[in-house]
C-alpha cells in the first residue's frame, strides 16, 4: 500500500475452507475518511472473467452449451468471420482461452504486432539476467517467487517501479476504456467490435481480449434462457456471494467504495467516470474479499471432491464435477500469461503447474490465479490447492476444500498483485503445516 500509494485495499485468506483473515486497510472514500473494512465492496475488473466461465462450465455439464460448436449456433447477430480470404470459426472454447482472434482494446493490428515484438525482445535481452538471478538467489536457498516479467501487462497492470500507480499508462490511453454509453443488453453492446476484422486466425495466437467475453456473455443468455445479469446473480445466489454485483452507477451499493487514479501531476483524483455496461463478463462485477473466497472455495471443493471416499455420503457433491475444473486449470497450447512467467492461460484462468528442475531447488507449486485492472480499481484471485496425501485422504480425517485461497483488491489502478498474493498464500500455507507438526 506505501510503495503504490494506495488509497484503500481488501486482503481476504482462506484456509481449507475457513476464512482467517479478512482486512481493510486505508480508505474507501479518501474525501469523506470513510476507511476501509472487510465488507468494503470494489471493482474486481478481470476476476468477473472467472465468475463467467462458472456459468459457462455449469452450462456445459448440464449440456446446453456445446464449447466447439461456432459461436453463430447461439448468437447469430455475431457475423462470420473471414481472415485472409479463408472462412474461420470462432468457438466457446478459443473465447475463453483468449485464441479467437478478437481484439482487445487496440483496435490497430500493426500497434499490437509491435507491442508483441518489443516483449519478447525484452525476454531475450533480460533472459540472461533472470538466470543469473535465480541461480544467485537458489545458491542462498531462498525461493524466487518474483521474476522479472518484461511482457505488456493486461488491463493497465504495470511493473514499472518508476511509473506513479494509477498514471494512463499505454494501455489505459484507450479511448474504450472510458466508455460512458449505457447498453441495454450484451447482444447490444456487441456492435462495439463485431464487424472488425480478426488479428489472426482463431486457434493459432494467444491475444487477451476482453471483449471475447462480451460475446461469451451473449453466448450464455442465448444457452441459459435468460438475460446474462439474470442468471449471473441467480448464480452469485447459489454461492452465497450476496456482496456480488453488477457494477452499475445508478444502484445504490452499500458499501461501494470509491475509484482513484493519479494525474499527470502525480496527485491523487477521483477516477473518470466510466460505464462498464459494455464488459459484464470480462470486468463489470462488484466483489468484497469474503465472497471471492467463497467463490475460490467452492471451486477448490469441486476440484478436491472426488479424491475423497465419500463415506455414507456425508460429501456433498460440488457446484462443478471434478473433472470440468480439472479442465479448466489445463493449461492450454499457445497461451502465455502476463502477470506470472511461470504459467499458461487455461480456461478463463491462469495456471501454474508443479514443477522442480534440480534437487534441494527452487520448487514451483501447482496454483491458479486471475488479476484484473480497470480504471481506479486492481485485483487478484489466487487458489493453492494442497497437495492431498492418500493416507489422509482414506482415513477420512479430512475434508474438502484442502488449500490457501487469498484476495486482494484495491481503488487504485495499474497495481501489480500476483506475486503479493502468492507470498501471503505461501506464507499460510507455511504456517498451517508448522501448526500440524506441533
Not at 476507511?35 to 455449469?58: D, G, H, N, Q, W
Not at 472488425?196 to 481480449?209: A, I, M, V
Not at 528442475?357 to 489466487?382: D, I, N
Request: charged content about 30%; aromatic content about 10%.
Amino acid at each position: 500500500q506505501d510503495e503504490a500509494g494506495i488509497p484503500g485495499i481488501l486482503v481476504g485468506v482462506s484456509v481449507d475452507g475457513k476464512e482467517v483473515w479478512s482486512e481493510g486497510l486505508g480508505y474507501a472514500d479518501v474525501e469523506n475518511r470513510v476507511v476501509c473494512k472487510p465488507e468494503t465492496i470494489m471493482r474486481i475488473a478481470s476476476i468477473s472473467k472467472c465468475l463467467t466461465m462458472m456459468a459457462v462450465a455449469k452450462l456445459w455439464e448440464e449440456g446446453k452449451l456445446d464449447l466447439d460448436a461456432p459461436v453463430q449456433k447461439y448468437v447469430p447477430e455475431f457475423p462470420e468471420k473471414v481472415y485472409e480470404g479463408e472462412k474461420v470459426a470462432i468457438t466457446t472454447r478459443l473465447l475463453v482461452s483468449h485464441l479467437s482472434g478478437i481484439r482487445h482494446y487496440e483496435k490497430d493490428i500493426t500497434k499490437v504486432k509491435e507491442e508483441k515484438e518489443k516483449a519478447n525482445r525484452a525476454v531475450k535481452l533480460t533472459k540472461p539476467y533472470q538466470d543469473k538471478e535465480q541461480k544467485e538467489k537458489e545458491g542462498k536457498g531462498i525461493e524466487k517467487s518474483d521474476s522479472v516479467k518484461p511482457r505488456k501487462e493486461h488491463e493497465g497492470e504495470v511493473k514499472s517501479r518508476n511509473s506513479k500507480p494509477g498514471r494512463r499508462d499505454k494501455e489505459f490511453e484507450q479511448e474504450e476504456y472510458y466508455l460512458k454509453e449505457k447498453f441495454e443488453s450484451v447482444i447490444e453492446s456487441l456492435k462495439i467490435f463485431k464487424n472488425d476484422p480478426l488479428f489472426f486466425k482463431p486457434g493459432s495466437q494467444f491475444l487477451y481480449s476482453t471483449y471475447g467475453f462480451t460475446l461469451l456473455s451473449a453466448v450464455v443468455e442465448r444457452v441459459s434462457g435468460q438475460k446474462f445479469t439474470d442468471y449471473m446473480l441467480k448464480m452469485f445466489h447459489d454461492l452465497d456471494m450476496l456482496s456480488t454485483v453488477l457494477d452499475d452507477n445508478e444502484a445504490m451499493i452499500y458499501n461501494r467504495a470509491r475509484c482513484y487514479v493519479y494525474n499527470k501531476k502525480g496527485r491523487l483524483v477521483n477516477a473518470p467516470y466510466v460505464d462498464n455496461s459494455y464488459k459484464w463478463a470480462g470486468g463489470g462485477f462488484l466483489s468484497s474479499v469474503g465472497d471471492l473466497l467463497k467463490f475460490g472455495n467452492a471451486l477448490l471443493y469441486s476440484y478436491q471432491a472426488g479424491q475423497f471416499k465419500n463415506t455414507n455420503g456425508k460429501l456433498l457433491p460440488g457446484y462443478l464435477k471434478p473433472d470440468t475444473v480439472a479442465m479448466m486449470w489445463t493449461p492450454v497450447a499457445k497461451t502465455e500469461v502476463s502477470w506470472d512467467r511461470d504459467g499458461k492461460y487455461a480456461m478463463a484462468w491462469a495456471v501454474v503447474e508443479k514443477k522442480q528442475q534440480y534437487g534441494c531447488c527452487r520448487q514451483q507449486r501447482h496454483y491458479a490465479s486471475h488479476t484484473g485492472g480497470a480504471v481506479g480499481a486492481s485485483s487478484v484471485l489466487l487458489i493453492l490447492p494442497e497437495e492431498l496425501d492418500s493416507e489422509a485422504i482414506d482415513t477420512g480425517l479430512v475434508a474438502p476444500p484442502r488449500g490457501v485461497i487469498v484476495s486482494i483488491i484495491c481503488n487504485m489502478q495499474s497495481v501489480s498483485l500476483n506475486s503479493t498474493a502468492l507470498k501471503i498464500a505461501r506464507e499460510f500455507d507455511k504456517e498451517k503445516w508448522a501448526q500440524y507438526i506441533d
